[in-house]
């Protein structure tokens, strides 16, 4: 059934996915880039993340907003548990449905290797993981979708870990792990889920799990060409599988499931549902990787993306370092290209200068103190950056990459060195790193929903997660024109800043008249602005006016008589079987 009024829409079949279950996810734009020209086939725009499977979702048709469709899936989703066979699936590029590419699965890894060079990669350190997730449901945040199961790929390493992503663990209630070659499954432990790098680790508490496994040895970051091996549980057996390749590109590159752009390695060996956490290994057996995401197009034949040593190393220490994930910091600030020669001459740049303009600096972050828009950027922690951004930085001889890869080295907490040039004058920095706050953010991080109720208005704060649950998997085009703008392009004015909004109203004699307004941004009450959702609930608990006014977004207002309203809401509730007229973490 459709929400709200809104024409259902026939689903389409998605690439790399079981029969009709998954919900997609494209990632939020970066924040600390300018609007690039990008290759259609490739772009970062039209990046979509297959999510575990579930019970399908209402899909709705809208009116397009004048972008183009997206062409091509990037998928990171694990291998999908069918209750009773497991189903074959071929990969649909439009009319052409072929394999992705060759897998060899091994029950004796010296076979694979035989006569060759390489050295024997740690098989057995690899294993396989089950998790069962409940997920909330954003559009009734009283409560939870129905539970399902995933299976996705892991590794041991030192300190009785294991890391697999985060995708693959997202939302869990229950995780176990199986050893290759074992038929017992271990309840496992989550340590920590870091959500921008798509990684998580797990640890074991039973001993027997130990018994007889080594963990792997990490490698350093491969070069072009370097052959790699990816090892896991993927789809077409329940045996270990082996795919091999090269490593083809060494960019920075969009995180699905994070949202985020981090360094990442492409790779044409085949990697499928399943074999998302599993290891890359070098020809000497060393990880240099984890598998998390595949490009699916009609265009593009086994493009695989793992995730490089440096990203896994700062998951790693950020853990040991501060006995949590606390985040990869950025740069506060939007930039713009200074490529054009007039540009550089009306900011006042010499010749031999180079870097980047400061278009916006975010009101939340350190560097606001210090940085103003207009500033030239020269150089970060010493390594000048160029007009297009990019730098000469200790990464590879001879290539250059976005200055982005130097903030995600840093964690949360550090200093860093920034020179800029301002009114025809250096200046120098010392500035905070900190992580990046949203006004729409793009994950709860494992939190529920937050949720206030008053005489069956339904009030909640504007997610990413959220807008996937009101519009589906094309929310970026089915989404209020004023939400998506906020989305892209607005940042909080205060750490606490969200963008509340009036989810639905649960129709009652109250609320006559109001009945269809949806998704609508409240801006004041009683002509106070609301800062939060917090903000709003404790305003309207502490109301001792007759009216309550809301002033919502175009310019509409809604008003209920005080003590009607409240006393209207226990019976609303009880209509609709919802336990609380807020979510637990409104009440402290």
Known sequence: MGKRGRKPKTPTPETLDLPATAMASPPAPPVTTATTAVDDVFSVSNVEIIEQPQASQPQHEGRRRGRPKKLQKLSDKPEAMAPSRRILRAVDNGDHKGAVGPTLTVSDPGEAWEGGARVVPAMDAVVKVFCTHTEPNFSLPWQRKRQYSSSSSGFVIGGRRVLTNAHSVEHYTQVKLKKRGSDTKYLATVLAIGTECDIAMLTVDDNEFWKGVSPVEFGDLPALQDAVTVVGYPIGGDTISVTSGVVSRIEILSYVHGSTELLGLQIDAAINSGNSGGPAFNDKGNCVGIAFQSLKHEDAENIGYVIPTPVIMHFIQDYEKNGAYTGFPILGVEWQKMENPDLRMAMGMKPDQKGVRIRRVDPTAPESHVLKPSD????????????????????????????????????????????????SDILNFDIKLASHKRLIPAHNKGRPPSYYIIAGFVFTAVSVPYLR????????FEAPVKLLDKMLHSMPQSPDEQLVVVSQVLVADINIGYEEIVNTQVLALNGKPVKN????????????????????????????????????????????????????????
Request: glycine share 6%.
């Open 376 to 423: 030239i950027i020269l150089s970060f922690d010493g390594v000048n950056i160029a007009n297009d951004g990019t730098g000469m930085f200790p990464f590879r001889h001879g290539e250059r990459i976005g200055f982005s890869y130097l903030v995600s080295q840093k964690y949360t907490g550090d200093n860093s060195a920034v020179k800029v040039l301002r009114n």
């Open 469 to 476: 649950s009101e519009y589906g998997k094309e929310y970026e």
């Open 533 to 588: 959702l917090k903000n709003l609930a404790s305003m309207v608990e502490s109301c001792e006016d007759e009216f309550l006014k809301f002033d919502l977004e175009y310019q509409q207002v809604v008003v209920l008589r005080t003590k009607t309203a409240k006393a209207a809401t226990l019976d609303i509730l009880a209509t609709h079987c919802i336990p609380s007229a807020m979510s637990d973490d409104l009440k402290t």
